[in-house]
């Protein structure tokens, strides 16, 4: 599978013309993906489903999505609905990266339509295959437990259909990857690397229980972290170092753990600075070996 790399850039109101530009800078230098986290219940965040159309109307190759959209907060069929929009006004630059929310506390109280987070992994599950159907040109009648429709077309059908990734990490969610995602996006904050074997183990049994190939899940590691010569190295829930420490960690991700595909998030310093590092050097090392 091709190998792609992307970054995570902030979607701060204080922070859109940072946003622009680091999307601007990142399709240059060759980047893959642009994505943008999902959080309208914090108040300092714009939207993001509102920011992709504007970032996908300043570029012209780069592909676009929420890292990750919070399946409580809208129904499948807006979902699918937008998505299908995107696709289609993109050219077929969107990807759809969906999970239940997080940190899960906050959706109940913004309104979310699951009180619980088992609730929210169940509905998921419905959803994902509930959407696809969505994205065909029958209109669809659904009677499940967590969604009812009647005659539902989302349309226009997009032509190729948005890949979905799904952001997870307990073996509910890493389940549910594999029974129905194209792509799996962690991110290392939230893990600790000696998980990943067995988390990559439970998508890849749900996958074949499926019937699908495991092998067809693309695997995207958002990397939290900081591009620095002056910091003290880590390599844990951030990865800390200079181009040359995050291209070997980078790499060890690839052949150990077996990601594919990186997401760089800057959690400090000038996003533009930190994407022009990323993809001139880091991305440049390991792509020229």
């Known amino acids: 599978m091709t190998a792609l790399y992307g970054a995570a850039l902030p979607a701060s109101a204080r922070r859109l013309p940072e946003l622009i530009e680091a999307t601007r800078i990142a399709e240059d230098l060759g980047a893959d993906l642009v994505t943008v986290s999902d959080h309208p219940y914090l108040p300092n965040e714009l939207d993001a489903w509102t920011l992709i159309p504007l970032l996908l109307a300043r ?18 069929t807006v ?11 993109s050219g077929g630059r969107f990807v759809l990266g969906i999970g239940t929310g997080g940190p899960f ?3 109940p109280v913004w309104g979310g339509t699951w009180p619980t987070h088992g609730e929210a992994i169940g509905a998921l599950d419905e959803a994902i295959p509930l959407i696809r159907r969505l994205w065909g040109t029958e209109p669809v009648d659904h009677e499940g437990r967590y969604y009812q429709l009647r005659g539902a077309v989302a349309g226009p059908a997009p032509k190729p259909a948005p890949p979905i990734w799904v952001g997870s990490f307990k073996p509910r969610m890493l389940a549910l ?3 129905h995602a194209d792509g799996w996006l962690p ?9 990943v074997p067995q988390m990559r183990r439970v998508i890849d049994d749900a996958a074949t229980a499926a019937g699908r190939d495991p092998s067809a899940i693309r695997r995207v590691f958002n990397v939290m972290g900081v591009i620095s010569e002056s910091e003290p190295e880590r390599n844990d829930q951030l990865l800390v170092g200079s181009a040359e420490f995050w291209a070997d960690a980078l790499i060890d991700y690839r052949e150990r753990l077996g990601f594919d595909s990186f997401v760089f998030w800057p959690v400090r310093g000038d996003t533009r600075s930190q994407v022009e590092l990323f993809f001139e050097k880091v991305v440049a090392m390991i792509i020229n070996g």
């Open 187 to 195: 991110t290392n904050a939230y893990l600790s690397l000696d998980e």
């Open 105 to 107: 506390e906050r959706i």
């Open 59 to 76: 570029t012209e190759r780069v592909r676009v999505s929420p890292n990750v959209t919070a399946l409580p907060l809208r129904t499948p």
């Open 79 to 89: 979902i699918a609905k937008a998505a299908a929009t995107l696709q289609f006004t």
């Open 177 to 179: 990857t594999g029974r």
